[in-house]
C-alpha cells in the first residue's frame, strides 16, 4: 500500500509563501496521478490542484488560480504545491492522495497520507 507524508505546513502571514511537499516510501509517485486536497474545520474537503502522471495540471478551486502551482521532481519521488500570496482563507489542512488520474472528487483517490496543517494570519 502506498503512503503518502505530506510536510512544509507552518503559520504564515497573509502574502506570504509555502512550499508544501508530498513524498511516498517505496513507491514511484511518478506512476500516480497526485491531487493536494484541503479541508477547514466545519467544511468539506475540497480539490485544490492535481499533476496527473503525464504532469498534465489541473485545478479544482478557482480561488487559488494565479497563486498555485503543483509540480514533480521524480529524482526526489516528491510533488509540491506552491502556495504565493496566500490569504487567510487558505487555512487548512492540507493533504496529497494518489491515484489512477486527476480528479475533484477525494473518493477518486486511492491513498491518502496524513495532513499538514497550514494557517495563514491576517
Known amino acids: 500500500q502506498v503512503q503518502l507524508v505530506a510536510s512544509g505546513g507552518t503559520l504564515v502571514q497573509s502574502g506570504g509563501s509555502l512550499r508544501l511537499s508530498c513524498t511516498a516510501s517505496g513507491y514511484t509517485l511518478s506512476y500516480y496521478a497526485i491531487g493536494w486536497f484541503r479541508q477547514d474545520l466545519g467544511k468539506e474537503r475540497e480539490g485544490v490542484l492535481c499533476?496527473?502522471?503525464?504532469?498534465?495540471?489541473?485545478y479544482y478551486a478557482d480561488s487559488v488560480k494565479g497563486r498555485f502551482t503543483i509540480s514533480r521532481d521524480n529524482a526526489k519521488n516528491t510533488v509540491y504545491l506552491q502556495m504565493n500570496s496566500l490569504k487567510p482563507e487558505d487555512t487548512a489542512v492540507y493533504y496529497c492522495?494518489?491515484?489512477?488520474?486527476?480528479?475533484?472528487?477525494?473518493?477518486?483517490?486511492?491513498?491518502w497520507g496524513r495532513g499538514t496543517q497550514v494557517t495563514v494570519s491576517s
Open positions: 492522495a494518489a491515484g489512477g488520474r486527476c480528479a475533484a472528487s477525494h473518493y477518486e483517490y486511492d491513498y
Open positions: 499533476i496527473s502522471s503525464s504532469d498534465r495540471s489541473t
